[in-house]
């Protein structure tokens, strides 16, 4: 199948040339994108976005912005979102000069603080309006970061999803699964940042170079955008004759994967084969084939490129996407309920006109409990987010006898806290 | 009175009372229970040791009380333990068959048993029990002893129950400290669960609740074997502190009003009902809503059900619960509960009975005791297990002698 009349046209196809901006936000953005902006992608500019500038001085990324936080001194928006979307309205002219001239934009975030999760669905507008195809690459933060973060997480989620064509998502909680007793803090951060430079990467890689099979932009779009839970990748890496042998078997057995259910599970799956020019065509179907078989049910988008360096070499990327109903059910909660509830209290969304939906400013105590009782998951506190400085409790809750005995923490509530408290249930 | 090697103590150090149980173990094998000791405990917080003095004092005088109703002397005991440090896991062990007909025999299971036991957990922590499940041979599930079969491979799953080791010799240390022994240390849900189901019971799959005073410890049994285990550090203490907080009374108040007016359902005969409390003269003091006291408790019983639930979900253990869910321990007896568990759980919940064994009926009826009834059970089980052990060696010793003779 592969003789060389038929490699070598195809290897001498000029690289795409597709301008892609990269923007970091928030001090987790920063972080994640500083070993792509080191090794550097090309074609691609880097920008690091956050509203503390100390973040910034260590970034090597070409373009800094750095937003200045009156109320907290330039010490960042003590993780406040709202905070953070002001600052980023604010600044929505220099956004737009950004933007400007962009194909694509790669937003790369962690969710859950101020920065990246107030500032990135704005962006993410800007970027829209200015004409680019954006793309979210963001971080979930771990379980025991607390409920609070979670939530803000899950609500920036959603609100990035509404705005950017794409969102790949990676919930740090899984990266647990990869790390063992010993490993360090700081190593399992290091890897969270590797896991999500590897995606950039393999997208990066997926549209700006020649391709024996090509995967379109608008596809990735596709598979990523409508309300997916989350996205699994995995990156599997080979050397030798064998290659494609053992790229497949290093993939099923991906612990991101799970060993192989979440790829039965998968609504859509993006494969991504990138190889050297000696790439053959059976390499691409025996390890096509192997994944197709575990993923029947899923929609498969697969890609093949060429990349000189990779001689000998076969890496390949899987995204697989899963349907979510959860985060259906709070989307609709989200456009029906919870800005109904924000009209009533007399609060104006900044944007109405635009697709751009706020997260719910406040939830009145016969919805807290409408959701209490239908869930039991709700662990809004009352009056969350009248508080400006969110980590301040206004409400100090003594925990009476268990005082000074061990907490009892489970996934980051203290259940030695009253639970109606913790639910935010009224009492009359 | 007795043969001393008959009395079998159960002992559990519970966050609200010590208890200790006397079992007389007689020789066809029935167990009678002949005696109950308690007293109040004062040094223990979530189930684990918080004062050790005043542990040892408690434990000396529901000993001494156990010692008098039974009229035996206690030397030793069947310890209970638990805390929000224990953990229970499955794991497998697998052995390849070597021999050339390929027979399973007695030494591959002690084989693959061993090989199910060696766990890598850190150094600090102890394994409490690895109770053996179902063999598998040559992936074929379900078979409880492979010897005889035919088969390439034997697989056996064995149930771990581990925890932190210096909190569990805390207990340990408190006993001994008392001149007594400690037989074997015993996971107090395992206990509860020995106490109160019949064997099939066990097999139609059933989950075990008893919800102490500091603790809550659940267990799940499908076909004849433990599938799952659990501890959470939440129990009846967190029921009176919520109320005490919430009601703005002080801890003892709440706890008798806990005892006199909850309930783990709130219903609508109790909206805009009031309690009014009264200081020691009889002077009325406060008023109560008597709605809130119920929804506070409500709330933090459904949370309790709805984490297990959760943990029983993500285990996989909630679909094989044919014969449903019992509860025990004190807090079975707050009332509705067990419609509550019901509308949690989805499936059938009732209070726990202590069944098949005879003796005093005032602890055999007490939910509370269940879990130091069951300690008194896993000892006798233990004890027969090494009686019919030392029959084996017996028997052994004699036919080597008689080979002796024979050659002789």
């Known amino acids: 199948m592969t003789t060389h009349s038929q490699t070598e046209p195809i290897a001498e196809i000029p690289k795409k040339t597709i301008s892609i901006k990269v923007f970091g936000v928030g001090s987790a953005g920063v972080s994640l994108m500083e070993p792509l902006a080191r090794t550097g992608l090309a074609g691609a500019t880097f920008v690091a976005v956050n509203t503390s500038a100390e973040s910034l001085a260590a970034s090597s990324a070409g373009d800094k912005v750095a937003f200045e936080t009156k109320p907290l001194l330039g010490l960042g928006t003590g993780a406040d979102p709202d905070q953070g979307r002001a600052l980023a309205e604010e600044h929505l002219d220099q956004l737009k000069s950004l933007c400007q001239g962009a194909e694509a934009v790669f937003i790369i975030t962690g969710l859950g603080g101020g920065a990246g999760t107030g500032i990135s669905p704005v962006l993410a507008r800007v970027a829209k309006e200015a004409g680019a195809l954006v793309l979210g690459f963001v971080v979930m933060p771990f379980e025991c970061e607390g409920a609070r973060r979670q939530r803000f997480a899950e609500?920036?989620?959603?609100?990035?999803?509404?705005?950017?064509?794409?969102?790949?998502?990676?919930?740090?909680?899984?990266?647990?699964?990869?790390?063992?007793?010993?490993?360090?803090?700081?190593?399992?951060?290091?890897?969270?940042?590797?896991?999500?430079?590897?995606?950039?990467?393999?997208?990066?890689?997926?549209l700006t170079h020649a391709g024996l099979i090509e995967i379109h932009f608008s596809d990735v779009c596709a598979l990523i955008r409508d309300r997916h839970a989350e996205s699994a990748f995995a990156v599997a890496e080979a050397i030798g004759p064998a290659r494609s042998r053992e790229v497949t078997e290093k993939l099923l057995a991906h612990p991101l994967l799970d060993g192989g259910p979440v790829l039965d599970e998968a609504e859509a799956v993006l494969v991504?084969?990138?190889?050297?020019?000696?790439?053959?065509?059976?390499?691409?179907?025996?390890?096509?084939?192997?994944?197709?078989?575990?993923?029947?049910?899923?929609?498969?988008?697969?890609?093949?490129?060429?990349?000189?360096?990779l001689t000998d070499r076969l890496i390949v990327t899987v995204i697989a996407t899963r349907k979510d109903t959860q985060a259906e059910e709070r989307a609709a909660r989200l456009a029906a309920g919870d800005r109904?509830?924000?009209?009533?209290?007399?609060?104006?969304?900044?944007?109405?006109?635009?697709?751009?939906?706020?997260?719910?400013?406040?939830?009145?105590?016969?919805?807290?409990?409408?959701?209490?009782?239908?869930?039991?998951?709700?662990?809004?506190?009352k009056n969350l987010s009248k508080m400006r400085q969110g980590q301040l409790p206004l409400e100090i809750v003594s925990k009476g006898r268990f005082d000074k005995s061990e907490p009892t923490i489970h996934k980051g509530e203290d259940l030695d806290v009253p639970t109606y408290i913790r639910r935010g249930i009224s009492l009359n | 009175m007795f043969d001393?090697?008959?009395?079998?103590?159960?002992?559990?150090?519970?966050?609200?009372?010590?208890?200790?149980?006397v079992g007389d173990l007689s020789l066809d094998g029935a167990l009678n229970i002949v005696g109950l000791g308690q007293a109040r405990s004062r040094g223990v917080r979530k189930g684990e040791i918080a004062d050790a003095p005043m542990v040892e004092e408690d434990i000396r005088h529901a000993i001494v009380e156990a010692e008098q109703m039974a009229d035996v002397e206690i030397r030793s005991v069947y310890l209970g333990v638990t805390g929000g440090h224990l953990?229970?896991?499955?794991?497998?062990?697998?052995?390849?068959?070597?021999?050339?007909?390929?027979?399973?025999?007695?030494?591959?299971?002690?084989?693959?048993?061993?090989?199910?036991?060696?766990?890598?957990?850190?150094?600090?922590?102890h394994v409490i029990h690895a109770i053996r499940q179902h063999f598998l041979v040559d992936g074929q599930d379900g078979i409880t002893n492979p010897v005889g079969m035919l088969g390439a491979r034997v697989e056996v799953d064995v149930h771990v129950v581990h925890g932190h080791l210096n909190r569990l010799q805390n207990a340990i240390r408190a006993v001994k400290g008392l001149q007594l022994e400690v037989d074997d240390i015993v996971f107090n849900g395992l206990a509860s669960s020995l106490a109160l189901l019949t064997n099939e019971q066990k097999e139609l799959g059933s989950l075990v609740i008893d919800i102490g005073g500091g603790t809550t410890e659940y267990v799940v049994y499908a076909n004849g074997i433990i599938k799952h285990t659990g501890v959470l550090a939440v129990g009846g203490d967190h029921v009176s502190n919520d109320l005490a907080y919430g009601l703005k009374v002080p801890l003892s108040r709440a706890e008798r009003l806990k005892l006199e007016h909850g309930s783990a359902l709130v219903d609508d005969a109790v909206k805009g009902q009031t309690i009014t409390i009264s200081n020691d003269l009889g002077m009325p003091i406060k008023a109560i809503n008597l709605e809130n006291l119920r929804r506070i408790m409500s709330l933090r019983l459904e949370e309790i059900f709805q984490l297990i639930c959760q943990d029983l979900e993500q285990a996989q253990a909630l679909d094989y619960l044919r014969a449903g869910a019992f509860l025990c321990g004190g807090g079975s007896r707050i009332p509705e509960i067990a419609k509550l568990a019901e509308q949690v759980l989805q499936m059938p919940v009732s209070l726990g009975k202590t069944n098949s064994i005879s003796g005093l009926k005032s602890a055999l009826d007490q939910p509370e005791f269940a879990a130091a009834i069951g300690l008194v059970k896993f000892g006798s089980f233990q004890q027969r297990k090494r009686a019919s052990r030392t029959s084996i060696t017996d028997g052994i010793k004699s036919t080597i002698g008689q080979l002796f003779k024979k050659t002789a």
């Open chain 2, 87 to 125: 953990r229970g896991f499955n794991n497998r062990g697998v052995h390849p068959v070597v021999s050339a007909d390929r027979e399973i025999t007695e030494e591959d299971v002690q084989d693959v048993i061993k090989n199910a036991k060696t766990i890598n957990l850190p150094a600090q922590n």
């Open chain 1, 272 to 309: 991504s084969l990138a190889g050297g020019p000696d790439l053959t065509m059976v390499e691409v179907n025996r390890v096509m084939e192997q994944i197709n078989k575990r993923c029947e049910r899923a929609r498969v988008i697969m890609g093949a490129a060429i990349d000189d360096s």
């Open chain 1, 155 to 206: 609500l920036g989620l959603d609100e990035l999803r509404e705005t950017a064509d794409g969102v790949v998502c990676l919930p740090n909680q899984k990266i647990l699964k990869l790390i063992d007793e010993t490993t360090t803090a700081r190593d399992a951060f290091k890897l969270a940042n590797e896991l999500l430079g590897d995606s950039v990467r393999a997208l990066w890689r997926l």
């Open chain 1, 340 to 381: 109904l509830g924000s009209h009533l209290l007399g609060l104006a969304t900044p944007h109405p006109g635009s697709r751009f939906v706020p997260p719910p400013p406040t939830l009145n105590p016969e919805q807290v409990e409408r959701l209490a009782a239908g869930q039991g998951k709700s662990r809004g506190r």
């Open chain 2, 4 to 21: 001393p090697s008959s009395i079998i103590v159960g002992l559990e150090v519970g966050t609200s009372k010590v208890c200790a149980v």
